[in-house]
């Protein structure tokens, strides 16, 4: 008999794994290790959080710095502001030229000296000016009265701060002065770089205005991180760059006068820490290595007498196993390893006398116990074998089905073309003869039929279900799946209140999300009992997914009609008219056509309001915004512009069409009998009063066309009410 030697099988790993010394030797090898791990991790931690922290109060100081200085220039660009204004109302009222020239010369020479330049644009040309952002900004200082702040790189070659403030002659704006001085990337450069930041300053929309280095690139912001920032609170990220390696960021806002706020991103480099932090895992870990490998060797040395005896033991074990019975302990010592290697011995002179013996008779009954093993092996793994097989055909059914599905719900959002698609995908993979889907009516708590393949639609266009009504009716009220082998022989069959002759086998699944009821979807097949358990489990993964996509849609379709129109009156909201208002504008621009706006409030509402209540006089509002739905072309666009206000579109039409239109609309309602809702309040009539403008002939300006069509509205309330008005003459001055 050959057999390795006992000296090299000890000598394995394996063999070690399981010996003594291993076994006193681990939770002394591991204790170490953990406490070193600990202790590494733990210092580098704390070093990281306070680089981290170092990096932070950079960032904050650079901040705290560029908002004084912005603050600063915004100070000096206000005191100059009033001081031109003081200046200007003082010229119009003193006679003394040349002193005023005098102090006019100094005055222009302190602006220059402190780098800012003045303008001034007569009132009339505003609206003309090229820049739109300049136009939008002289706009909110007249409406306001107020200087406005403005940071921006669009009027020359360096970002500007700017402030724009009306003049007033007699009390009239006239002019509109602005003053600007330039603080760019330079500025940015000069507080940023001492202190190791780089700087960018951008807008609201993210656009980058300004940076103090030329290699930097803005970081991308979500909606909700730029609504934090626009509450003054502090973002701050890390971004991982392959130039630069790790960024730490800081993005706050700065306010601009009392409207007007720019973004601030600051950036600072984490690589130090890092480094760092990676020579202080080396370092700890060479320490760690060297103390395990001192303390394993003296460990080793002084075990190793210990545990002497229990090698001999070992030896003697694995000479029994290698057959040798012969073999016996020579040497004892006067301990329980002495009194372990005696009985050993004893042991070892019956079990030389029995193992000849036994041998035989163990050999046959193993070889025997093999055979009857392999036999059943081979018969289990045949028999998963086939289970396999088939659940993995049931599983590529289910996922082809789910994929087709999931294509039908990329593919359209209306619910008829999706009904169509998903019925569609499911006849082919079941093979069913016919396919009902039904949808829930909350509100009637009813169960209609919506789509069908197989039958004709037209006779289940009637059709619906209560919960106590046969079997789809069962299956919505307990949303559970519900197979019937025979409908023949089932009670609860209805045959879709008789509408359909059915027979053979039926799967009635709810459609169901979070517990919601939705609908339920029957599949028939004409023979009895045709539909196999994977089948059903198959149905079921494709209810879910089913109920899933008209959930989905039908959530779809709900957002799109309530993000378009009021609530109230079911006409298109203000922002979905302003959207198609610049569209139209667009449009009678590129063809050189035009439009009319006619704008409409109802008379005396707040008095309607008050005699009627709340709720009567929301259904007045309702009245009359159908009445100029139905009483306008289709082309035309009606809009509840306010409480009580409504604005019209019309399309290609001049101001004589539109005056026509609104006296058309304006007979309309004041002949129109409205319900109240009971008996109507003596002497109450209900009548409207229009305001008409043209573009472009009244103004090419969409805000200012809407200002005059407000203004001509309020003409014709001034004038008496219930009347149409057009606007006529040049843009009104603030009021």
Known sequence: MVSAS???????????????????????????????????????????????????????????????????QEIILQTYTVLLQHFVSLVRHVNDTEEVGILQDQLFTTLEESNISVAFYPSEIVAHLPQQSLVNLFDQAQRSKQPRFRYSNEFGDHPVLMVAAPLYSWDKSDKIMLLHMAMGDSFLHRIANPLGVKAILMNFEGKTIAKSHEAQSPISLS???????????????????????????????????????????????????????TNLILRLSAIIIAFLLLGTVIYFRIISGIISPAKQLQLAAERIAQGQFNHRIADFTNDEFGSVAVAFNSMLENLESNYQQRAAKDIEKVLEDEAIKTKNLLELKERNHRETLEELHNLQRETEVVFQLNQAMISTVELPSLFDRILQVIRKTLDCDHLVLLLYKPGESTLEVVKALGIDEKILSEVKFTFDQGITG???????????????NDERSLSYHGQVASRGSMVSVPLVVKGRLLGVMNLHKKRVDSFSTSELKLIQAVANQTAVAVDNTQLLQRARNASIHDELTGLANRRYFQDILKREVGQARRFSSNFSLLMCDIDHFKQISQRLGPMRADSILRQVAQSLLHNTRSIDLVCRFSKEQFILLLPKTNRKGAVAAAEKLRIIIQNKQFDYSGAPPADLQVTVSFGVTEFPADSKNIYELLNLADHALFAAKKEGRNRTVTWEGPAPGPE
Not at 251 to 271: K, N, R, V, Y
């Open 6 to 72: 006992p000296d090299k099988q000890s000598s394995s790993p394996l063999r070690f794994m399981r010996s003594l010394r291993y076994k006193l030797f681990l939770p002394f090898l591991v204790i170490i290790i953990l406490l070193g791990m600990a202790a590494t991790f733990s210092s580098v931690g704390l070093l990281k959080s306070s680089l981290i922290q170092s990096a932070d109060d950079r960032l904050l100081a650079t901040q705290e710095m560029l908002f004084r200085e912005f603050k600063k």
């Open 223 to 277: 909606p909700a991180q730029i609504n934090s920032i626009s509450r003054g609170e502090r973002v701050y990220l890390e971004q991982d760059h392959p130039e630069d390696g790790i960024q730490r960021y800081q993005i706050t806002a700065i306010p601009l006068g009392s409207s007007e706020l720019i973004f601030l991103s600051l950036q600072t480099p984490l690589d130090d820490a890092f480094h760092v932090q």
């Open 474 to 488: 069962y299956v919505a009220e307990t949303q559970r799946i519900s197979y019937i082998k025979d409908l023949e």
